[in-house]
Structure formats: C-alpha cells, structure tokens
C-alpha cells in the first residue's frame, strides 16, 4: 500500500473510539489501520466509509490535486481520464513539489499514458521522485536506466544497480528480487550466492509473485524431492493469484514429468491460460505445443504476439525463423527467416546451434555466402550441433567448399554419430564394409560376445568389421531409413526392428526468469 495521508488517517480513527484490537480499512486504495472493539462496530464503520468515501472525505478534508488526479488515473469515480490527470499531477508537482506527483508522472511519460511517451521526462520526474525518498521512484528509475542501455546492448551501468541496491535496502519487493536475480546467476557484477538469492527470495515473495516463481526454479534447480515438492506448491500457490510466468513454468513441469505426474493437457491449459494473460513464455510455449500438433497458423500468431511483447525471447525467433524457412502458417520467406535466426543466435550469446544450423543451410543453398556458411556449421558443430557435423563429413568427403580430407571427414561423421546423428554412423559404416549404394546386407546374426559376424556365407572374426555392421543393425533398431533399406526392411512391411518416432522440433530448455533480455 502507498503512504496513507494523515488527512484520512484522523478521519477513519475519529469514527471509532480507541481499543486494544485493530482493523486495516481499504480506502480508495490506501490502507488505514484503526481500532476496533466488537465487530458490529467494525461492520458498521466499514460500510459507512466504504459507501461514502467521497463524501466524508468532503466534510472534513480538502483533496489535494494529486489526490484528484489518481480519481482520474485510476477511474475511481468515472471513466478513467489520463490527460486530466497528467495535467493535474503537473500543477500540484510545480505548486506543492508533492513526491507523489513526481512518481505518476515519471510512469505516465514511461508508458506513454495519457501522453506521447518520452523517456527523458520520465527519467527527470522519476529522478526527482528518487530524490525525495520515494522508493517507487527509485525502483523505477533503476528499470527505465536498464530498458534504455538494453536497447542500446550496453551492460547495465554502476548507477543503475546502486539504484536497485538503494531500492533492495529499502525492502523494495521487485528490487530485493532483481538482486536476489543478480546473485543466483552471478552477473553484473554480483559474485554467484544462491543461498543468498534464496533469502531475499524468501522475504520478497510474501509481497511480489515474480519473487515467489524465482524461489520457486531456484528449488527447482536443485533437483531433490523435497526442494522440488517445495517448488511445486510455490508455482500453484503463485498461479491461483494469477501470475503467468508461473502459470508457464509449472506447464513446463507438466510438459516434462518435473516432480509432478507428466500431463501434456494439462500443460497445455496451463499454457493457454498464461497465454491470454499476455505472458511471454506461455505465448511461446502455447505456440510450441500447436507447432508440434501441425496447427501452423495458430503458432504463427503467437509467436508474433510473443516478439512484440518480448522481441528478446530467444526461443520464439528460432521458432518463427523455422516457420518463414518453410511457409509453414504464413508465407515462405528466406529473408525474414535469416534474420531471426540470426537475432535468436545474437541473443543467446552465438551458443544457438539450432540457430547456425538453419542460417548455415539457407546461406549455403543460396551460394552467395557459402564461406560463412561453413563458419556457421563449425561453430554449430562444437556446441554440439550434429546436422552440421554430418554436413562437414560430407562436405570433407566429396571436397564441396572445402579441401577434400578423408581423415577430417570420418571425425565430423563420427561426431555427428556420437551425438545422436544416425545416418552418419551408417554412411560411416557403409564405407569401412565398401557396400554399394541399393545393396543390403540381410539380416547378419551378432554375436557381441566373441566379435564374430555371420552374414551367413561367412564369419568374420575382425573388430572394424563387426562393428560397421553393428552400427547399421542399431541405427535400424532406432529408426534410421537408409540403415533399414541396407538390412531390407522396406517401409510398410512390420519386421523386428522397431522404428521410433522421429521429432522434427528440439523440445526446448525450461527458462525459468524472464526479468530483462540483458540478464539472460
């Protein structure tokens, strides 16, 4: 609650006598606390002040303009009407130098409420705010200070986290939480303490909700049961007040059997729900999910929804890339999909693989910038990437853009193998038992124990060549197409081998704070 002014404190306290109990009573979103005896006296006192607010407050005490013009702000009697407020917030700011009209008008010219939006007001007005020990005014003027260095890719400045100190010293719930933020991840300038990040956590949470989601994947990180359990009843307990970002965090639990049962419905709902609240991730993760089930258009606009709520959500810009490379829900276009892979690879600190891997493709089909495609695919094949592994072993292997080299080949198919990448195990093995495109090997008995191979002609007591067929067999046995037409298994014909689904989109990684696109 904001400061109650004396005026309506001595009102409210002279319509009940003085006992040892007390009441706090909502008055035009100030909370006075009076006492009380009995509660037929509380009743009748509650429902006086609450009818008539405007009344009594007339009979004893004169409103300032502020006071007025947070009527209009709020639309406390009528309609809200902003540019009344603004001007009366202006007067009572340049004729009573009230704290108060400096905080409004410091968000009004922030927002652009009831006024073109300009940051240089707002910083003047939220400076003054901050200097008449406002604490809002300092929190404030801490985030307008971010916002603008983070359009700028600057770091956040000393004066900004000594705002949020200021703010975090002064029992500030939303700044005790970004630096509670600042030391479980150990950035700007902030040594990593996650005990410490807990404790703060722990006294924001009892006013801010954003705090209660971050205590929340904080116990989630630690993966334990009772810290996970813990965590749980924090996402619900934050979700039945509404918040979003925990309506999309506990989804994601769902979505992946995180110490609760896994229920892709029920994480759908949860999605659906942070999504019409507006949020981000539930935007982006609502439009995974439609991704995944083929309905293309609906996840198109969501993740359009999402970039212009958040243009800095990493995830969304890989996502909508992949949908304007494919004309998957709107039109094909390779432009647009370059860029926002190249904004998804920008923003997640060139670590994006996924990211290289598409742009890599696109450049190297167009042909125009095939060095850089290369680039890509290397950098992409070092994180971890094994479609560009695989892409630089047949790039080695047939000498296109790069110097012909069997040796370097072999590793790049090799490391797209270990990493999951199937076929290029199978083109590996292929090679080393030197069978001809359209030949297949039948079904060879293995005995894994002794090393020995009978293809049914012959046992062959030699390691490479046991496992070249070894690794065709398994590949086949987890789906790979060209490992099954060299055993001839044929599609549409039911045989021994199972095949398991393929999934053509990566499952993303839960991210658990969303508080500025530069602390990601």
């Known amino acids: 609650p904001s400061k109650v002014s004396p005026q309506i404190k001595e009102i409210v306290q002279s319509k009940i006598p003085a006992f040892e109990s007390k009441i706090d009573v909502h008055i ?34 004169k409103l300032s303009k502020t006071d007025i013009a947070k009527e209009h702000y709020y639309g406390m009697k009528s ?13 009572d700011a340049e004729e009573t130098y009230n704290p108060e009209s400096y905080l409004y008008l410091g968000k009004m010219y922030s927002n652009g409420e009831g006024v073109k939006m300009d940051l240089d007001k707002a910083k ?9 020990q406002m604490t809002e005014g300092t929190f404030l003027l801490a985030k307008l200070q971010e916002q603008t260095l983070s359009k700028r890719n600057e770091r ?7 705002l949020y100190r200021s703010a975090a010293d002064r029992r500030h719930p939303e700044a005790m939480t970004d630096i509670a933020f600042f030391h479980e991840k150990g950035i700007n300038g902030f040594e990593r303490n996650c005990d410490k990040a807990e404790e703060m956590y722990q006294e924001a949470s009892r006013c801010s909700l954003r705090a209660t989601n971050n205590l929340a994947t904080l116990l989630l990180s630690k993966n334990n049961e009772d810290s996970g359990r ?12 509404g918040s979003g970002l925990s309506m999309s965090n506990l989804g994601v639990c769902y979505l992946n059997g995180l110490f609760v049962e896994k229920d892709i419905l029920k994480a759908r709902i949860l999605f659906d729900e942070s999504a019409g609240l507006n949020d981000p991730d539930g935007l982006f993760y609502s439009a995974y999910l439609k991704l995944n089930n083929s309905e293309y258009s609906l996840s198109f606009i969501q993740l359009v929804k999402c970039l212009q709520i958040n243009e800095n959500h990493p995830q969304a810009n890989y996502y909508i890339g992949f949908l304007y490379e494919h004309g998957l829900g709107t039109n094909m276009d390779k432009q647009l999909a370059k860029f926002y892979y190249q904004r998804s690879i920008n923003l997640n600190n060139s670590t994006d693989h ?74 590996l093995a292929v090679k080393d038992l030197g069978i001809r495109s359209g030949e297949y090997i039948g079904f060879n008995i293995i005995n ?73």
């Open 28 to 61: 035009q979103r100030e909370t006075v606390e009076v006492p009380v005896v009995k509660e037929k006296i509380v009743e009748k006192v509650v429902e006086k002040v609450l009818k008539e607010p405007a009344r009594i407050i007339k009979e004893d005490i």
């Open 79 to 91: 309609i809200k009407n902003l540019p009344e407020a603004l001007r009366l917030f202006k007067e």
């Open 124 to 132: 003047y007005w939220l400076s003054k705010a901050h200097g008449s």
């Open 156 to 162: 956040l400045s000393k004066e900004a986290i000594n």
């Open 230 to 241: 813990e965590a749980i009843a924090l996402l619900e307990k934050a979700v039945k007040s």
């Open 354 to 427: 996924k990211s290289m891997y598409r742009l890599g493709c696109i450049l190297f089909a167009e042909g125009q910038d095939r060095e850089r495609a290369v680039t890509l695919f290397k950098r992409a094949a070092e994180l971890g990437s094994p479609e560009s592994a695989n892409v630089l072993g047949v790039l080695y292997e047939e000498g296109l853009e790069l110097d012909q080299n069997t040796e370097m080949a072999k590793r790049y198919h090799n490391l797209a193998y270990k990493n999951g990448y199937l076929e290029s195990g199978v083109n």
């Open 448 to 520: 894994s124990k002794n090393k020995h191979i009978d293809t049914g002609d012959t046992t062959y007591e030699n390691e490479e060549t046991f496992n070249a067929y070894n690794t065709i067999h398994e590949a086949a046995r987890d789906g790979s197409v060209k490992a099954r037409s060299y055993i001839g298994i044929k599609r549409g014909i039911t045989s021994s081998v199972p095949r398991k689904p393929y999934e053509n989109h990566y499952v993303p990684t839960m991210k658990w704070q969303t508080i500025s696109s530069e602390m990601k």
